[in-house]
């Protein structure tokens, strides 16, 4: 079993930004392909970014959402066992619970189904 573990969320006004972190206290996250997802109310759960597991090279295995590339940034700190969601110029609209979610084998990073573990989630507003 895979404990995972969001931090990161809050209340920050429209333009600003936030970082938000998923680590395991008893696995090794470079292990798994990461995802992150975010349910806002009265909306289904949806997609926002990935990162693979697989390849080192800093430009690939990476996948992002249309409604946030060029705004959000998904990493790796494999020292701190983390990986990190940079989110700027946040909108409105980018209010919800984010979610990271693991597994080891992924066909669609999308689909949420295809993953195994699920973090509680953090809440993340944007408002001024």
């Known amino acids: 079993q895979v404990q995972l573990v969001e931090s990161g969320g809050g209340l920050v006004q429209p333009g600003g930004s936030l970082r938000l972190s998923c680590t395991s206290p008893?696995?090794?996250?470079?292990?798994?392909?990461i995802g992150w997802f975010r349910q806002a109310p009265g909306k289904e759960r949806e997609a926002v970014s990935c990162?693979?597991?697989?390849?080192?090279?800093?430009?690939?295995?990476?996948y992002y959402a249309d409604s946030v590339k060029g705004r959000f940034t998904v990493s790796r700190d494999n020292a701190k066992n983390t990986v990190i969601l940079q989110m700027n110029s946040l909108k409105p609209e980018d209010t919800a619970v984010y979610y990271c979610?693991?597994?080891?084998?992924?066909?669609?990073?999308?689909?949420?189904?295809?993953?195994?573990?699920w973090g509680q989630g953090t809440q993340v507003t944007v408002s001024s």
């Open positions: 008893g696995s090794t996250l470079d292990y798994y392909v």
């Open positions: 979610a693991a597994t080891q084998k992924i066909a669609g990073w999308t689909d949420e189904y295809q993953y195994d573990y």
């Open positions: 990162i693979t597991n697989n390849d080192r090279n800093e430009d690939r295995g990476k």
